[in-house]
């Protein structure tokens, strides 16, 4: 087994110097990991043990590009020295935190540390637990060869502790490589590349809809089919010397916003939504849409069962081919404001990269904005209420 592990280090080592990446590759935020490992376990001289293998995996989660942490488990055989003298088998698992260097590029390099604990069972001749605690240290890096797939090399400073009776304690050297599997997420670079997409939008946003780009609007908030001039501003009307006359003229019977002369629907009921001609929007929804998505607690990533409602968004936004949209990304009050804010704007980035990767969505056509803890739709006293305030909304901007 000396001979195959050694020949999996050499490949991967010469994978890490040799291989250029073709895809956009980085340890991304939000991530989950998992890393199959095959390695060698050298013992210290004083402990009277072979040097040993074993396999191994690892299931992390990284909570920013940095900073990650990793549950890990490993087996494998040890023979004393001489080998007729004992037979054990070795199982460790231990709990590390990892921080990540240059973690937007191909080559990331990582420290670890972490505690856990570790088992050696005697088979031959006879049968012996020693049960330890564990306490481990060491750093690695990983190579990214896809944005999803990486070579890992990793080594270890290995200590055990057992009781004061048992005086059994190891100082280990551990060495290992493998693949680590990332998935989900989202990179620096995309995340870049979403707010220039959201800047563009805001740079020719009308949220009013009065012809005056929102830069330059001085009235914002202009009512629906008012005539503005270029500072995107209603005209001050004079004053008109048949006070009688005039009010016929620009009454507003039905008090829907629009006046009578332009009202192609004057019997608007009271506190309808209306259009430029005074006539009532008998599909508000079609203005936004709600989707059915259940956000974690303190997390942005969608699950793969929301899927249809994703599709339902893109179908929504391609039936108003030259409206631009708003995802809205909301938070409960669960945590600080200072901490809701960017967790809802992670909400509407994520749908909006999605509906953009997975859907082909117009880019140009959706901004992200989050709204952090400040628009709740119910009351946020029971975990229903911050589960349904946990959301996110797709409007019309213009």
Known sequence: MNTVLCRLTMLAMVGLAGLTSFAEASN??????????????????ADDFQGSQFIGLKLGYNFSENLGVELAGSTGNIEKKPAASGEFDYRSFQADLLYHFRPNEDLVPYFAIGVGGASQEKTVPATYVNDN??????????????????????????????????ELNYNNFIFASGFSFQIGGV?????????????MINARLDSDNDGVIDSRDRCLGTR??????????????????????????????????????????????????????????????????????NFPSDSAVIAPEYSAQLQKTAAFIKSHPSKSFIIAGHADSSGSTVLN????????????????????????????QGFGDKKPLVDNATPEGRKLNRRVLVRIAN
């Open 133 to 166: 605690m564990m306490f481990n240290y060491g750093a690695g890096i990983k190579y990214f060869l896809t944005d999803w797939l990486a070579l890992r090399l990793d080594a270890r400073h290995e200590m055990t502790f057992s009781s004061i009776s048992d």
């Open 187 to 199: 990179g620096t670079e995309v995340a870049n590349r979403i707010n220039r997409d959201a800047s």
């Open 341 to 368: 804010q960017p967790l809802s704007q992670r909400r509407a980035d994520a749908v909006r990269f999605r509906l953009i990767q997975d859907f082909a969505s117009d880019k140009t056509r959706l901004m992200a």
């Open 28 to 45: 991304r935020a939000g991530a989950f990991t998992l890393s199959p490992m095959l390695g060698t376990r050298t013992f210290s001289p």
């Open 224 to 293: 629906a089919g008012a005539v503005v001039d270029h500072q995107g501003c209603e005209p001050v009307v004079e004053a008109i010397a048949q006070p009688i006359v005039a009010a016929i003229a620009i009454g507003d019977l039905d008090q829907d916003g629009v006046f009578d002369g332009a009202d192609k629907c004057p019997d608007t009921a009271a506190g309808k939504t209306v259009d430029a001609d005074g006539c009532a929007i008998n599909s508000p929804s079609m203005a936004e849409l709600k989707l059915v998505i």
